[in-house]
């Protein structure tokens, strides 16, 4: 049985006193919205208890909302524990020797998906919160990639393996975990719930107790908690603290929009979901060490960016809009709809910033996309991705029947051509659209088969019968450091252009995740925009040719400060601010600054 522990209410109400006072109240403030019909002051005790055991105190002030949590030096890979195997040493081994010799100089964090043990979906399903996947090695060999990157994990809060302890106390009607999952009846009305997935939403299960219908978001095996109960929070605390002690620095909260459920309504977004963030943005700005909170909110636009709340939710937000957006103008030779969308994205505030991505473990998001491409813009770009080997997962809808979710490819074959067909711009294609990511206001996210320029893997797909498994390979490590090592290897070729762009930009001011940014109208062949350093004495001019023509636009047009000398630190050309015009070849990048990278 998992390492799980409920701990009873404390026995003293003045327990709570030794710690800051304005940490008291703003949880007794969130803890009264979130469960107005429980004790608040035994809430309070137990809340406090589960974040901060044996003794231990917190900050005696809050850390202030700022923009010192992240620098142009901050990135992140994103990777399974077990990308990489050799058939001899653990996959935690291997990845650990990947990231020290091959990214180090490079990447300054990595975000390891679900590396505990599980029972379905690659890891998100979780049956033991509290240790490592065997199969994948240990916590020590955690601890020892925390030592050296900016350590993300995942804290899969919604949900966990039907066949875990906690599920498994469920069944048995022990006390306090008989109530710790969603139970609803098939007679109630579920029409308006928003699914992420087809099959049907309640699981019927015997109990000790009865017959019960538990709730299942995703799968029939990944049963989602009842965060009515106070004690399902506690729990979680005690999670997210003894994942802290093993060195996360960065938790991204899995499927945190549907953590709250009522019978009648969507089940997505409501306040009490936003109160849980906020309360775990609370303790985590009293943290000892600093510890940035993600959400993973796979939904519209104007819905993603709620998460940000009045600087009081999470420290930043998935790009989620970006990826199907890039695809689409990359596909059609067309900045339009990705130049309106970035207009009317608001500078994230003080303290916030946005995790910009192309590709994931999950695939490219269609939902994201709602009212920024219409249905046949959409149905446009799954066709074609199809046409590269693509595959689509499709969501039930309430009043449509299924409709498409995500689109599950390999990123690298999601840009072999355009709408026109296949071509020879894959590669110039494909490094594009990762420039562009990088230059975005934000923090640029990289997965790992996305360094590696990996292909589709329709073995997996065929293996598992899972879409998703198209863009979760398993490299043999001997293999990949083989490729690597050929120069003229196409995973080679990306991987060495890719880390030259990202330390590139790492050493610009300009591209702090929240320096100054300005979306330029340079036509609809070119997607461009303006950053400024915080201190004002780096602009830099991105600009990007998203057709396979040769296109050229006149330099005035990025009205260039005259005087200064201004120079594309991609290709090292110099510009002048009058008379130039700049040629951009099918897919060309460049970064035109007035200071240069070494300073």
């Known amino acids: 049985m998992e390492n799980f522990n409920v701990t009873p209410p404390a026995s003293s109400a003045g327990s709570s ?20 019909e429980h004790d608040q002051q035994a809430l309070l005790d137990q809340a406090l208890l589960a974040f901060w055991p044996d003794g231990d105190l917190p900050r005696q002030r809050s850390r202030m ?24 040493h653990k996959p935690l081994d291997l990845l650990c020797d990947f990231l020290e ?16 043990p599980f029972t379905s979906d690659d890891g998100f399903a979780i049956t033991d919160y509290y240790s490592v996947n065997s199969a994948l090695g240990a916590w020590e060999d955690i601890e020892r990639i925390s030592q050296n990157f900016r350590f993300m994990s995942d804290l899969v809060i919604n949900h966990c393996s039907s066949q875990s302890g906690l599920f498994h106390e469920y069944l048995l009607g022990h ?72 060195g996360v620095r960065t938790l991204r909260l899995d499927a945190i929009a549907y953590l709250w459920k009522e019978v009648g309504t969507s089940s997505i977004h409501l306040n009490q979901t936003h109160e849980v963030v906020r309360l775990m943005r609370l303790l985590a700005d009293y943290n000892e060490n600093s510890l940035i909170l993600i959400t993973e909110t796979n939904v519209p636009n104007f819905e993603n960016l709620s998460y940000f709340g009045n600087r009081n939710e999470a420290h930043v937000v998935y790009n989620f809009s970006l990826p199907p957006l890039l695809l689409h103008a990359l596909l059609n030779g067309t900045s339009r709809h990705l130049s309106a969308w970035q207009m009317t ?18 695939g490219i998001g269609v939902r994201p996309a709602e009212g920024l491409l219409d249905d046949a813009e959409i149905d446009s770009v799954i066709e074609t991705v199809e046409g590269f080997g693509g595959l689509v997962s499709m969501r039930q809808t309430a009043d449509r029947g299924p409709r498409p979710y995500e689109i599950n490819i390999a990123l690298f074959d999601a840009l072999k051509g355009t709408v026109k067909g296949e071509d020879q711009w894959n590669v110039e294609r494909f490094l594009c659209s990762q420039t562009i990511a990088m230059g975005l206001e934000g923090i640029p996210g990289f997965y790992i088969h996305s360094l590696l320029a990996t292909s589709n893997d329709h073995e997996g797909v065929e293996k598992t019968g899972v879409n998703r498994a198209i863009n979760r390979h398993r490299w043999h490590y001997p293999d990949l450091l083989d490729a690597l090592e050929d120069a003229s290897s196409i995973h080679a070729r990306v991987f060495s252009a890719m880390k030259q762009i990202i330390q590139i930009r790492s050493k610009q001011p300009a591209f702090h995740p ?12 070119v997607f461009g925009f303006w950053r400024q350093s915080l201190d004002r004495s780096q602009s830099l001019f991105a600009i ?8 050229s636009i006149p330099a005035m047009s990025l009205n260039l400060i005259g005087g200064e000398e201004w120079s594309d630190l991609l290709s090292g050309e110099t510009t002048k601010a009058y008379g130039d015009v700049i040629e951009l070849a099918p897919y060309q990048c460049r970064w035109i600054t007035n200071r240069s990278t070494k300073f």
């Open 345 to 362: 994205m608001p500078p994230a505030q003080m303290g916030c910033t946005y995790f910009n991505f192309t590709a994931s473990h999950d």
């Open 175 to 246: 006390e306090p975990y008989d109530k710790f999952f969603f139970e609803a009846s098939p007679d109630d009305d579920l029409s308006a719930v928003t699914r992420p997935r087809a099959q049907p939403l309640l699981r019927e299960v015997e109990t000790a107790n009865g017959p019960k219908h538990v709730w299942c978001t995703f799968s029939h095996d990944q049963v989602d908690f009842d965060f009515r109960n106070p004690q399902v929070l506690f729990e979680f605390l005690r999670v997210l603290r003894f994942h802290i002690s093993k």
């Open 17 to 36: 006193k030794q710690f800051p006072k304005r940490l008291r109240e703003g949880l007794l403030q969130l803890l009264g919205s979130i469960y107005p």
């Open 65 to 88: 909302a700022a923009n010192t949590l992240w620098s142009e030096q901050d990135s992140y890979v994103i990777t399974y524990g077990n990308t990489f195997t050799d058939g001899e």
């Open 101 to 116: 010799s091959r990214l180090k100089d490079s990447i300054s964090g990595v975000h390891i998906l679900p590396y505990f």
């Open 544 to 551: 990007h040719n998203v057709t396979d023509e040769t296109v």
């Open 514 to 525: 929240n320096a100054t940014q300005f979306t330029l109208q340079l036509g609809e062949s």
